[in-house]
């Protein structure tokens, strides 16, 4: 018999929250007295929280903020200079960002304050990236003498090759105006706003999470490490998964009623296809 899971929102956390409202579920880093930097525990519970995500069937949209003055500030250095963080901290760490990253979820992530280190690797996981003006982003791993994780595989997908180099080898960092120029912010918010404006950005993402989308995510996620044949073969699986979704068929009524769809079947399961 297969083990039962406990649901993530009952699942006890020790460095994070999570709260599920129907479709949406929101991630919230907890550690806010230490800008919400990453212990090996908080390593541990984000991936076991990626899982629980990824597996819940009624998710359609995740939002991950961090509490306080600060979305995070990455490893914890104190825990790390202690040698109290284990070596494969980081092999977890990097499960627990591509679970985000494959998940049949529209992921959006908040970053105000603070987003450094793994605080920015773990945006350049998810698929929409908030960020106040003011924000301060950055990858300040390489000065310290270790290697800013998978950091160095996503930033050149967003940023290019040469201002990566830059961001990775200065450990310098940049505002979230300057990281909306440079593609590696979608969507730019006043910090006195933040949390009506993110609001409305969820309501928005919720409103376009059809099968088709979500579909599409994965597609986008793959689109550099298959050859075309291979991508071809992929995008037509998954477009039948899409077009004999409901989210399909609500499509086709509000299109021929005048009105916008509303999304509320389960969506599509990928391994499945019809």
């Not at 359609?60 to 961090?66: A, D, E, F, K, S």
């Not at 080898?169 to 706003?193: A, W």
């Amino acid at each position: 018999m297969p083990l039962e899971t406990t649901p993530l929102e009952t699942t006890p956390l020790e460095t994070m929250k999570f709260e599920k409202d129907g479709y949406v579920g929101r991630l919230t880093l907890n550690r806010p007295h230490l800008l919400n930097a990453v212990n090996y525990q908080g390593a541990l519970e984000l991936k076991q929280a990626a899982q629980g995500i990824s597996d819940d069937p009624d998710l359609r949209i995740v939002l991950i903020r961090g509490e306080g003055r600060a979305f995070c500030t990455g490893i914890d250095l104190k825990e790390l200079s202690a040698g109290g963080t284990p070596q494969d901290y980081f092999q977890v760490w990097e499960e627990a960002l591509r679970i985000f990253e494959q998940a049949e979820k529209i992921i959006l992530c908040v970053m105000h304050g603070y987003a450094l280190g793994g605080g920015l690797q773990l945006p350049l996981a998810c698929d929409i990236r908030i960020a106040t003006e003011d924000c301060l982003m950055g990858l300040p791993a390489a000065p310290e003498s270790f290697v800013p994780g998978l950091g160095t595989y996503r930033l050149p997908r967003y940023v290019g090759l040469g201002r990566a180099k830059w961001m990775v080898l200065s450990g310098e960092n940049i505002d979230g105006r300057r990281g909306h120029e440079f593609g590696l912010v979608d969507h730019l918010v006043k910090s006195d706003s933040m949390d009506q404006e993110v609001e409305e950005l969820v309501e928005r993402y919720l409103g376009l999470s059809s099968a088709g989308s979500l579909q599409s995510k994965t597609l986008l996620g793959v689109h550099k490490d298959l050859p075309y044949d291979e991508f071809l073969e992929e995008y037509l699986r998954r477009q039948a998964i899409a077009v004999a979704s409901p989210d399909h068929d609500e499509a086709m009524n509000a299109y021929r009623e005048g009105r916008n769809p509303v999304y509320s079947a389960k969506p599509a399961n990928p391994t499945n296809p019809p």
